[in-house]
């Protein structure tokens, strides 16, 4: 009798996968119809918030309006024209990962690449044929050799610290009360679900270029529907891929993360000041790979329990985030 019936589970296993697909495939059809009004209406209440548009209007249901969409701030959250350093950061693993990029890697490879090509230089005019007829028969120094063994050494194990340290912060486990939002990749846009706070799914759109010009935001980098997520919080996203592999990208947060089909990754971060991140999809997944734009909208902790609330989710374990939210928040909520 066991038998039969984990026959009959792994069966109705075996068919899940291709129950679950439709559900995409279908939000995808409608997306491509109608493609930045596209997901339910509480997502909608979210990309009302543009300017224009009252909040009571796009949410009749809602009893809290949403906070006003935030305005980005140039440069901030999104490349600076022109630039080739790494975006500025604003999480702490972010602000240790650039540092040690800036700071350490970058100095001790170019003085490392500098050195290596004097020294070729050097040798190749001070022992050319001309200069050195009848050449040195040396061919061994022990002073030089435990040095170029001995320098290469500490060099590893004065770059391994630290990294060894931001490795292992980037995998660290989020703890239990972080804010959990499930991220959906799709052919070509994201899906974002709060689970624990009681708000389904709905999806990202890329922004078009006339809205997004009129919002003062930047074009391919801009969605209608924003990922809103809390300041001083930790926040774990969980990553995943509906039809191909994408990848969810935030550079200023020091956030990369696979969308694996079948597979749920797992990131967890924290953002220390209010503002809107941008990025994008990281892996090529398709002929639109461009277009599936990221925006997180990051709130001071009482107006993202506002935004909860305006979704009608319900905010996870709001007196304890009261408590948490005023020390981190106070002090860079100001410049906003
Ligand atoms: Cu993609």
């Given at each position: 009798m066991k038998k039969v019936k984990s026959l009959v589970l792994a069966g109705l296993l075996a068919f899940a996968p291709a129950l679950a697909l439709n559900g995409p495939a279908l939000a995808q059809d409608n997306a491509a119809v109608a493609a930045p009004a596209a997901g339910n209406e509480s997502a909608a209440a979210d990309s009302g918030?543009?300017?224009?548009?009252p909040a009571a209007e796009a949410a009749p249901a809602a009893k809290v309006a949403a906070p006003t969409r935030m305005k980005p701030t140039e440069g901030i959250g999104m490349p600076r024209p022109g630039e080739i350093t790494l975006q500025e950061q604003f999480s702490p693993t972010g602000r240790t990962g650039r540092w040690l990029h800036d700071v350490m890697l970058l100095p001790i490879i170019t003085i490392i690449s500098v050195f290596v090509l004097v020294l070729m230089l050097y040798v190749m005019v001070r022992f050319r044929r001309s200069a050195n007829p009848v050449p040195s028969k040396?061919?061994?120094n022990t002073l030089i050799e435990v040095l170029w063994t001995v320098v290469p050494v500490v060099i590893l194990l004065v770059i391994a610290v630290p990294s060894i340290g931001l490795l292992a912060d980037q995998y660290k486990p989020a703890p239990k009360d972080a804010v959990t939002v499930k991220v959906t990749g799709y052919q070509w846009y994201w899906g974002y679900e709060y689970p624990d706070n009681g708000i389904p799914e709905f999806v990202s759109n890329l922004l078009p270029k006339d809205k997004a010009e009129a919002n003062g935001e930047p074009y391919l980098l801009a969605p209608d529907n924003r990922l809103v997520l809390p300041v001083g919080r930790p926040i774990k996203l969980i990553i995943t891929g509906a039809d191909v592999i994408h990848a969810f990208a935030i550079p200023s947060l020091w956030v990369k993360m696979d969308a694996v089909p079948g597979r749920l990754n797992e990131k967890t971060f924290t953002i220390e000041k209010p503002g809107v991140y941008y990025g994008q999809?990281?892996?090529?997944?398709?002929?639109?790979?461009?277009?599936m734009p990221i925006a997180i909208e990051a709130l001071p902790p009482a107006q993202f329990d506002q935004w909860i609330l305006s979704q009608g989710g319900k905010p996870k374990g709001a007196a304890d985030a009261a408590a948490q939210a005023s020390a981190p928040a106070a002090a860079p909520a100001a410049k906003i």
């Open positions: 918030a543009n300017a224009a548009a040396t061919s061994h999809c990281s892996e090529l997944c398709g002929a639109r790979h461009g277009f």
